[in-house]
């Protein structure tokens, strides 16, 4: 009988144990417990990550809750902010949560509990961005977005309502006043099937310092809430980003959301000035906002089916970035004119920054030379690069930073070092930390800290190698080409020396993510749109294939990815898609996308995502088609025939120097210049060569230096570098 008792007495003790342990789950989206003797009950969180709230509410699911399930968050009993929804599940909007971690647990009257920490941020931010611009200007635009004065640093205001309307027989959105409403209203035909009246509700706020706007098909006289969302919306969200790139240290409005392709169709259109890339060239902080404005659109309007990124130039690099580095964020991407990322692309400017300015001087260089060395159909695209993006390399030019010419605050290397820099390295500053004192320049020396580190290198770059090679250019041309081609300085001054990158921040660029490198790209579907424009324009053709063969590098195979290409007139005219080819990618992407989703067999989303791929989705081009019309549609799968021929894509400096066609190097990897690598060139030629790269020539064949596995959803709040979340 005492054997008994304390085996009993002992089994007691691990099920208090067990008990214990399941209530004590670690941070995540969703905790469940699932003790003996009553069902489990889970807690999830429907409007996003757990660890990335904001604002101080989440839409939470208490899963096996209902009456009688006592909810409390930091000790405090919420149960009433819960009920069972008309969709049968147990679900309430969580208000009042601290800055920081919180604790939600529930509770069945059977005993049986389950427990979430949510960890809440701030609304003006940052989630995980890590420290915050400064100094910063609320310009909130007042008379674009009807917004109030700031009442904080932070740029917070209240939120603005409004109302657009379109006619019977068209012709373009207008005000509506629900107290008055207008007589001639039209009616829309969303792609659910349902009729609705063609009325918009337009949302206007501030998250993270930025401004943000939502449009809707609404009913006016009908509130939403998350739990039962209005029947015009489809439950499908299309989120545009903006192009160029520029280090802004102001609020800038977001991309125009009233789009009537979208909206007629019941998408809900939502976006931020900070997801425009020509006022916040910082991909993470673009994300933050996706990820705070996300939120939001579910905690007010209802949980969302799937998100489409859409976005040219700029705003592709930001839907390649964010899709790669924060995974989950966009479901589906149509990136139009797109770069892969903004730092594999700086390489290519500051390349052509370099040899508009040799050439200027040089004597005897035919455009046809030139082109050979830029790897380019013609000089013009390097001519472009240089009038375009090249000043933005300047940090004491006030326009970059978005201030008025003359702002006191800007940088000067001499009367202000320790003035705002306006260049992007230093606007990221949160991802790449400063350079070590060592390292410092006369102007750090006199500002008293390090600048940000920089990844730009062409240190063992032998420009026009291949150019060489064919004999397109001769051996003195080549000569004089790499002895003077010098590089930039911390302040985008040449000077004769290369360009050498910071050493931490190579490692920086490729974990990070900030060269995407595709390696979670596999399970996002991709619509690649290409206006052609091999000439006067610096939206080369080649970048579609550059991330096309990232992909093949990283994932073995780019079944994901669709190019589609039609003319344009250069000059940044036609890149745009006409209105039949931008419909049919959104058609396309919008059935690929429900198709995965209707998808439930047990297999990994990048097999889902080659498996459900519509039969519409396949490289294609319009070969007659202009900027207002796509013309006839031509099939050809890896542009193996008519499409290959009508749109032949060139390259850039780099890969006419060896690169390959991924650009994921920015320093290479060097090897000693032998003299069968330049059998063209005299001794007294090889030998100077040999003085402008006196560690070597690049090894393109080898990893890029510093190059590391990009991880995904860092949090920049404990340092550069990023560590990952939870």
Partial sequence: MQIMSVSAARFRLLLIL???????VPLSASAQASPAGGAALALKVLSGRADTVSGGDALVEVMGGGAGTVIRLNGRDVS???????DGRFVGLVAGLRVGRNEVRARA??????????????????????PQVQPWDCNLHPAQTGLGAPVDAQCNTPTVISYRYMPVGRGGFRPYDPADPPADVASTTTDAGRTVPYVVRIETGVQDRGIYRVAVLSDPARRWTPYAPQRGWNRKVVWPFGGGSAPHHVSDLPVDVLDDTLLSRGYLVASSGLNVHGANANEVVSAEAVTMLKEHVIETYGEIRYTIGEGCSGGAIQQYVIADAYPGLLDGILPNCSFPDTWSTSVEVQ????????FASASG????????????KDPSVCQYWNQTFVPVGNPSLAANCGFAAGDPRVYDSVTNPGGVRCVTQDYELAIWGRRPARRWTPAEKAAGHGFARRASDNVGVLYGLDALRSGTISAAQFTDLNTRIGGFDQDGVWEAQRTAADPRALPIAYRTGQVSEGRRLDNVPIIDLRGSANSLDIHSDYHSWEMRARLDASNGQHANQVIWTWRSSGNFVGI??????????????????????????????????IADKPRTAMDACWPASTPSAGGAEVVDPEYAGTCGTAFPHYGDARLAAGDRLSGLTLKCALTPLRRSDLPQLTHAQLAAVRTAVPSGQCDFSARPVGYRRSLPWLSFNRGPGGQPLG
């Fill in 80 to 86: 009433g902010q819960f009920a069972r929804r008309a």
């Fill in 109 to 130: 009257r059977h005993g049986v509990g389950a427990r979430l920490t949510l960890t809440n941020h701030p609304t003006g931010g940052p989630v995980f961005s890590g």
């Fill in 18 to 24: 067990l008990v214990g342990l399941a209530l004590a």
């Fill in 576 to 609: 745009t898609p006409p209105p039949d080819i931008a419909l049919k990618a959104l058609t396309t992407m919008d059935g690929w996308l429900a198709a995965i989703k209707a998808d439930r067999r047990p297999i990994r989303p990048s097999a889902k995502v």
């Fill in 365 to 376: 260089w035919m455009p046809a030379q030139q082109a050979a060395v830029e790897g380019t």
């Fill in 351 to 358: 390349d052509c920054g370099l040899l508009v300015r040799y």
